[in-house]
């Protein structure tokens, strides 16, 4: 079989756990408000080990989520 037809059938096979950078940068931020799935956290898992931005950006996400949560708990001494 020549290797444009592998290739093609290859682009064709179903990946249920396959994501872009930006569902997963979606999931990422809908994780801070719902508990995501266990499909949801796998595709984002995998991802993850193929993708060296998007862990950045889930640290990013991770990093103001505590920062607010200081400044909410912040007091002034008043």
Known sequence: ???TELVWKSD???YPFRR??????????AREDRALNVGERLAVRIHFLVCKA????AQEVRTMRQSMQAWRNYSDGE
Not at 20 to 29: D, S, Y
Not at 54 to 57: I, R
């Open 54 to 57: 998007c862990p950045n950006f």
């Open 12 to 14: 064709n096979v179903n």
């Open 20 to 29: 872009t950078c930006r569902q997963v940068a979606a999931l990422i931020l």
């Open 1 to 3: 079989m020549p290797a």
